[in-house]
């Protein structure tokens, strides 16, 4: 069987990190393709990986929270506002029901390893301050951890069928799901409580993504539309 690679990271801190069928996930410094090292602990395919940064990435030098665009090369200096004094993290999830929390920069060892899940986990996400982490399953779950120590938190029901997809807003305060059940839902995570129910999709909800401004929410589906909510 030929294995493939089934997702990619750009870090900050100048690595790359590849996932992979083969239940791995490798550690690659971009400078002169040299293997660091290899995470191990998954028992099947993993499906998802999430830095603590990856807003960081996203934004570059464009910071909402400051209400506009910040001066040419200074997304280095948001990307370390971001990432703080600490180290990177690295959340993994699996088709072996569990997550992974590491400090892959620094260590092939995981900070430890996050079980509850009854299914499959297709997707795992850090908030934009890196402080929780939320994960979606094909056990119509999604699941909130802490971003440092990988404790459970707290479980968000309401679908009825598997979530496939997660998306934080820019404040951290809200978290959108999709399912296959058709809907597109909005969590406060304060209170951990469903906020917005909001239908409209004919089929599966395949990705969300929330705006950097935290204004829009966009979906797309199985029903080949794509739908834009506003906040």
């Not at 940064?53 to 030098?61: N, V």
């Not at 839902?185 to 990705?207: I, Q």
């Amino acid at each position: 069987k030929q294995w493939y690679q089934r997702r990619v990271r750009g870090s900050g801190d100048n690595l790359i990190y590849s996932a992979s069928q083969d239940r791995t996930i490798k550690v690659w410094r971009p400078s002169d393709g040299v293997l660091c090292r290899t995470l191990q602990g998954h028992g099947h395919w993993v499906n998802t990986m999430a830095l603590s940064t990856d807003y960081a990435c996203r934004i570059g030098a464009w910071d909402p929270s400051l209400q506009g665009k910040t001066q040419h090369g200074d997304a280095l200096t948001v990307y370390n506002k971001y990432k703080g004094s600490g180290e990177e993290f690295l959340v993994s999830g699996s088709d072996d029901f569990t997550l992974f929390l590491w400090q892959p920069s620094k260590s092939n060892k995981p900070v430890c390893r996050m079980t509850g899940h009854q299914q499959l986990i297709n997707q795992a996400a850090f908030s934009p301050n890196g402080r929780t982490i939320a994960s979606a399953s094909f056990d119509k779950s999604v699941k909130v951890w802490d971003g440092k120590t990988g404790k459970f938190i707290s479980t968000l029901r309401g679908h009825v069928k598997a979530v496939y997809c997660i998306s934080w807003s820019a404040d951290n305060k809200l978290l959108v799901s999709g399912s296959s059940d058709s809907t597109v839902k909005v969590w406060c995570m304060r209170t951990f409580s469903l906020l917005n129910d909001l239908p409209g999709h004919a089929d599966e909800v395949y990705t969300v993504d929330w705006s950097p401004c935290g204004s829009r929410v966009v979906s797309g589906g199985k029903d080949k539309v794509l739908k834009l909510w506003r906040s």
